[in-house]
């Protein structure tokens, strides 16, 4: 077991846990906080924070494959464009959720938030490209360098997910201890990063007409913008399902805890699965665990709190195969059609972050149209729309991409 240690350190492993463990702190559980904070802290409408989001998210449509095209084209400049992406991030953080809006809310929302995820985009374009040459280094190759990136991706999801919540029994402002928290981590893992930046590319860049014409990286695209829809669901309902449908204000961060953590102690599992019985095969058992949790949700009402948090772990754990096995099969099929890797991963972002943008733009304004309001009684109605948006919607996702994983021959990968 320490020679193994040793072995990672020697790898350089543990910097690239800690740099996934922010980059994911910066991007899914946002989704989860920032539109129900300026709700409730401005008095934002849902409708409003959702066409916001879904504006960012068109305005990506033209800003990664951008910033792809720049990560492959940095040389020299990469360290210098990495450290001033991280210190966007950081400025960002601290702006949405650390510093009263100076302006209009809703408008103070859409300056913080671009800035936060173009960053993001950018740092997650050139640190997975990164991954992709790192990986021939590395005894195990990408599925192993995955194992560390995305386990040290789903500790940093669970970390920023539950801190709000946490911080909040002991600090009065628990959202800007987490923002001024997440910008020292931030730094640190830019630091510990710093050697890894390759100063020059070795390969030509792929134009991503290239990528989009190879059909296993094709269809790889397609499944995860689907296979990622329920998530984006999920979480962006997730807080207001137990506050008004389970009646259980206050429990969110312990439930929130139970999902990421088992989908973090989950991880080296399916990794192993994989190994044992094709990548295929381990994700189509995490989609079916998840169709059956998300189901199970139909039947819960107010107070069913102890059945809940039995579904968060079991469909927290499905996570796991998402975020650790199909990364890792779209790495290595950039390996073989785009070795310096910055346009697929532009690609790969752009379709990571659309489904939480579409979720909150789709669902948002459907709760509010049918008189869900935030915090307050709900109607019959909303909660019963509440409920079929969180759970019946993500599992009619899930089958569509059963079936596309079903139909993707990943053996030509």
């Known amino acids: 077991m320490t020679s193994l240690t040793a072995t990672a350190r020697s790898e350089r492993l543990p910097a690239y846990s800690l740099f996934a463990m922010i980059l994911s702190g910066a ?35 033209v800003q990664d494959p951008v910033l792809g095209w720049l990560s492959e084209r940095l040389g020299e400049a990469r360290r210098l464009a990495v450290w001033i992406g991280a210190t966007v991030l950081a400025v960002s953080m601290i702006g949405l959720f650390a510093i009263a809006p100076p ?15 173009s960053a993001f985009s950018f740092l997650s374009i050139n640190f997975y490209a990164q991954g992709v040459g ?65 100063g020059s590319v070795t390969n030509e860049p792929s134009p991503i007409r290239e990528i989009l014409a190879d059909k296993l990286a094709r269809r790889l695209l397609i499944l995860a913008l689907v296979n990622a829809a329920p998530l984006a669901v999920s979480s962006t ?35 192993w699965l994989a190994g044992k019985i094709g990548p295929r095969y381990a994700l189509l058992s995490a989609m079916m665990l998840a169709i059956a949790s998300f189901a199970f949700v139909l039947t819960l009402g107010e107070g069913d709190i102890t059945a809940f948090a039995i579904i968060c772990v079991l469909s927290g754990a499905t996570i796991g195969a998402d975020l650790t096995l199909l990364p890792a099969l779209f790495a290595k099929r950039m390996a073989s059609v785009s070795p310096n890797g910055g346009q697929g991963f532009g690609l790969w972002s752009l379709v990571s972050k659309f489904t939480l943008a579409f979720a909150a733009a789709a669902l948002l304004p459907i709760l509010e149209a049918n008189g869900f309001s935030a915090g307050d009684a709900n109607s019959d109605t909303a909660l019963a729309t509440l409920t079929y948006l969180y759970a019946l919607v993500p599992c009619a996702l899930k089958l569509i991409a059963v079936a596309l994983l079903a139909a993707t021959p990943l053996e030509e990968g």
């Not at 989704?31 to 068109?58: C, H």
């Open 134 to 198: 790192k990986a021939e280094s590395v005894r195990g190759s990408h599925m192993r360098l995955a194992a560390w990136r995305e386990t040290g991706a789903l500790l940093g999801v669970c970390i920023a997910a539950v801190a709000p919540t946490l911080l909040a029994d002991y600090v009065d402002q628990p959202f800007a201890i987490f923002a001024y928290s997440f910008a020292v981590i931030t730094v640190l893992a830019a630091i510990a990063m710093l050697p890894e930046w390759r």
């Open 103 to 117: 302006i209009a809310p809703l408008l103070w929302f859409a300056l913080t938030i671009t800035g936060l995820f």
């Open 237 to 271: 309902l997730f807080l207001f399902y137990v506050e008004s449908r389970l009646n259980a204000p206050g429990m969110e961060g312990p439930l929130l805890v139970l999902f990421f953590l088992a989908a973090a102690a989950s991880s080296p599992f399916w990794s």
């Open 27 to 61: 991007g899914l559980p946002i989704y989860i906080y920032a539109p129900k904070f300026y709700a409730d802290n401005f008095g934002v409408s849902l409708t409003a924070l959702g066409a916001v989001l879904f504006g960012l998210r068109l305005f990506d449509v």
